[in-house]
């Protein structure tokens, strides 16, 4: 605490090409599709022509086994060996976390063009719920379903604050409203308050549409210098990075004595390190793709983010704040309620969302006249939050 | 001096009542009802809730304790004691005795009499023991009728404690009465009309005759008897062989219990120190037991007895407390006897569950002597709060009040037996820790709810008991929902 980082990579790191598969049940298509599908998307968004000789070096970020291990992963579905290529993983910042270790080899001078991605390959594990609970931690402490952890912030935030399951529900109509216009999105389908109100439980109070789906999928981002970029397809609207940062608290909050459970500090150090390394503050940020794996993920987010104070997330999303034609357009992708959460993927497809709103090629609804684009993971038990910050070229 | 110095009762969460075997099978009704424990109690969880409370109104040191002895003919496991998995809760002396005794309803008075002889002989001053079974009946036969679930606890001290143990006697007896071979799930009776006259009846009476010749007791010196109950009748008429008067019988317990195995003599004598008219000091109680024989004993009431007694939950107030299931499929479900999905089983290791005992046992946890916060569990060897390795252990309450929780109907990506109360438990005296609640209609919870800790069994990976701890409701806990308001 204290410190100053003296370091900063802001930038110094172009997205020259983003590349993304659509999000949802790809049966047909394994995770070495997937991933060869966006990356593909993103070398022909970049004018990569020969990534053999052109791509440095690789970070894939995946977080199951079951969908590769080791850098091999990647190099086999490309087709790019003797590179370096290296898997990341970070729970559900796996993809930022890729995207960060690969803007520091392009800022350290070592790399000249990198290829940042992620994929996760969910669906064959079956639809209900993250798999893998038998299998890690230990074999009797209680580990919680994913919406279970989330529920003790709705529970605690229910109680002080007074917020209701209708609150949770706005959150989920506003990211339908926003996904039933993203072609990519797994679900493209509006939805009423009704809707949610009713839906099944999954973890009182959060129910169905208060949770992101199981759902597979890949993205890809291609990274250089600005000088570098001066040279490829987009030299006059690649986006720059302006702060990229990740924090990491415990990963068994519920042994911390002091943990409010309606705030996490994991995402409030990121979003302080990287508004400071981006020199503005969260008033400057035009949209957010923020980590909505539960409605009341993105509530507590929107106060974490420092978007407004807390215990009035309520207020906001009842003001329309968060809304396409809002104060601070939140998830216009429609987040992870539309894509689904393909774990290591979804962090990319953040990035890869911000690029084009930036660049004002939205597939989507578009935010008019973006500046700032704030992406932002938060995974495990609240453990790892990752903010990354993107502006348009100068 | 022998004594029983004090006692413990554990009734499960449930009952079920008889009409609901008589509706489900078309069998000829009968009354009353059997204690049916959950699905994650086994006898080493419900011996550990006796115990503790046998402990606690002893108001003794658990260090204290020179010999254990678990009782039960359904030991979690057969090879591998059992009563070391008790005692590592209890936080026994590790040159404690520990013994399981098991294979015969028996068990638990045999026990007290190797507890007599070896406080007698003075080679002991205080020992624990505690009987309990979770045996199942036959399915789809009147035997359903008779088995409850439950466990109780007496320490027997070298001193007179509530009530003074004078002697005993012991008789054998050959008869293949009830039984269950290795492997077999159920116990299974054959001519019960034997088992009660040549069985029951015949030897209960001639090990208290024998009894009664060897310290000169005629039946009108007896101010109560307490026994085991194979059935009523059978109970009223070793009363009459015997010449005993009704007014002495204890409640046998079995209308609204059941017959809970190697625990129900233990619980009917606690039974008889608990009812009305009370016992006075140096009252004569025969206490006497049942299976492959018989033992007797002869008690005395001391003047602690009546004190004693109002430090505990009464056994019968135990009872009404229970939760009624509604339907036969609800005990089908609690006693795994349908073929459903596989239980939730995690990965376990052993080595993992002996490295980490001291904190999943005894609830160990530390106090950081840095910034002073209480914490659980020792999984990490510095404070969660400032990161000082600084750290003194602690032992943690088994009390507290839900923090936050959620409802979880997800288990492993699974359907089953949901919705989970997982619940953030502030202890009482520090340290907080996640844990799930049983024993509660889960909608039930709220933030701010007082939960009392309860030993159970987790799941079964790795091939071998895997026990923790959950939470459930205390005692008047549960509120109606608006009380989450108030909470805040």
């Known amino acids: 605490m204290g410190h100053i980082r003296k370091g900063s990579i802001k930038d110094k790191i172009a997205i020259i090409g983003v590349g993304a598969t659509k999000f949802g049940e790809q049966w047909e298509k394994n995770q070495h599709d997937l991933l060869l599908e966006a990356v593909n998307d993103a070398f022909a968004d970049a004018g990569i022509k020969d990534p053999q000789e052109e791509i440095d070096a690789i970070w894939c970020g995946i977080q199951y086994y079951f969908t590769g291990l080791s850098g091999g992963t990647a190099a086999d579905a490309i087709k790019i060996y003797g590179k370096p290529v290296t898997r990341v993983e970070n729970y559900c910042a796996s993809g930022m976390d890729a995207f960060r270790n690969a803007c520091f080899s392009v800022a350290s001078g070592k790399e000249d063009i990198v290829l940042a991605c992620g994929v996760e390959k969910l669906m064959d594990e079956g639809s209900a719920g993250l798999p893998g609970f038998k299998e890690f931690g230990h074999p009797v402490l209680p580990l919680p379903s994913a919406p279970a952890m989330f529920c003790f912030a709705a529970s605690r935030s229910f109680a002080k604050y007074g917020w209701t399951k209708e609150d949770l529900a706005r959150v989920a109509v506003k990211n339908h409203f926003n996904g039933y216009h993203h072609p990519k999105a797994h679900f493209r389908r509006k939805i009423t308050i009704e809707d949610v109100m009713n839906a099944p439980m999954i973890a009182d109070p959060l129910g169905r549409y208060d949770c992101c789906a199981m759902s597979d999928g890949s993205a890809a981002l291609v990274i250089t210098t600005p000088e570098i970029a001066e040279s490829y397809a987009h030299a006059k609207d690649y986006v720059l990075v302006k702060a990229n940062a990740i924090s990491v608290h415990t990963n068994f909050p519920w042994y911390k004595p002091s943990y409010s459970f309606v705030g996490f500090p994991s995402t409030q150090e990121a979003a302080k390190m990287a508004y400071e390394e981006a020199g503005i503050t969260a008033k400057d940020v035009s949209f957010a793709e923020v980590h909505d794996c539960f409605t009341i993920t993105e509530m507590v987010n929107y106060q974490d983010l420092g978007f407004i104070p807390p215990g009035t997330a309520n207020e906001w999303l009842k003001e329309g704040g968060p809304m396409i034609d809002g104060e601070k357009p939140v998830n216009p992708s429609g987040g992870l309620k539309c894509f689904g959460h393909p774990i290591g993927a979804t962090g990319c497809r953040m990035l890869y969302e911000c690029t084009k709103q930036l660049q004002g090629r939205a597939e989507g609804l578009q935010v008019k006249d973006p500046e700032y684009g704030l992406a932002h993971n938060l995974g495990g038990a609240f453990t790892v939050a990752s903010v990354t910050i993107l502006g348009k070229k100068e | ?488």
């Open chain 2, 1 to 488: 001096m022998v004594g029983i110095r004090s006692y413990g009762v554990y009734v499960p969460k449930y009952k079920l009542p008889r009409k609901s075997i008589a509706e489900a099978w078309d069998f000829p009704k009968a009354p009353g009802n059997i204690t049916i424990s959950n699905q994650d109690e086994d006898s080493v969880t419900m011996a550990v809730a006796a115990a503790f409370e046998a402990l606690e109104t002893a108001n003794i040191d658990p260090k204290e304790i020179d010999a254990l002895y678990f009782c039960t003919t359904t030991p979690p496991y057969t090879e591998k004691q059992n009563a070391t998995t008790i005692a590592s809760v209890l936080a026994l002396r590790d040159d404690c005795l520990t013994v399981d005794v098991t294979d015969t309803t028996r068990a638990a008075s045999i026990a007290l009499i190797n507890a007599f002889d070896s406080i007698s002989a003075g080679k002991m001053k205080n020992i624990l023991i505690v009987a309990a079974d979770k045996r199942y009946a036959e399915p789809i036969s009147m035997y359903e009728y008779q088995y409850g679930d439950g466990a109780a606890a007496l320490v027997v001290s070298s001193d007179d404690g509530i009530a003074k143990i004078n002697g005993y006697h012991s008789v054998n007896y050959e008869l293949v009465g009830p039984w269950r071979k290795e492997g077999d799930h159920h116990t299974q009776q054959f001519e019960i009309k034997v088992e009660t006259k040549y069985g029951y009846i015949n030897n209960t009476v001639k090990a208290i005759k024998g009894l009664m010749e060897k310290f000169e007791l005629t039946p009108d010196m007896i101010k109560r008897a307490a026994y085991y109950c194979l059935d009523p009748r059978s109970y009223g008429r070793i009363a009459a062989a015997l010449k005993l008067s009704n007014k002495a019988l204890a409640d046998n317990l079995f209308l609204d219990h059941g017959n809970t195995g190697t625990a129900l003599a233990f619980q009917i004598l606690i039974g008889a120190f608990e009812q009305k008219p009370s016992i006075k000091q140096d009252d004569n109680i025969i206490f006497a037991n049942y299976g492959d024989g018989a033992d007797a004993f002869y008690l005395q009431g001391t003047e602690n007895l009546r004190a004693e007694v109002k430090k505990h939950t009464k056994l019968q107030k135990k009872l009404a407390k229970r939760q009624e299931l509604p339907k036969y499929t609800d005990f089908l479900k609690y006693r795994y006897l349908i073929k459903t999905k596989d239980p939730f089983v995690r990965k376990s290791s052993n080595v993992t569950m002996w490295r980490d005992a001291k904190f999943l046992n005894q609830m160990m946890g530390f106090k950081c002597n840095k910034c002073g916060t209480v914490q659980y569990p020792l999984l990490m060897k510095n404070c969660i709060e400032c990161g000082s390795q600084d750290i003194t252990p602690m032992q943690l309450k088994r009390t507290g009040k839900v923090f936050t929780y959620s409802l979880d109907h997800l288990i492993n990506c699974e359907y089953y037996q949901t919705p989970v109360p997982r619940c953030v438990v502030d202890l009482d005296g520090g340290g907080r820790l996640l844990l799930d609640m049983t024993d509660c209609n889960p909608y039930d919870t709220y933030v701010g709810m007082p939960v009392e800790l309860t030993f159970r069994k987790i799941h079964e990976g790795g091939g071998f008991m895997n026990y923790y701890w959950k939470c459930k409701p205390a005692e008047g806990a549960v509120k109606p929902k608006s009380a989450e308001k108030e909470a805040k």
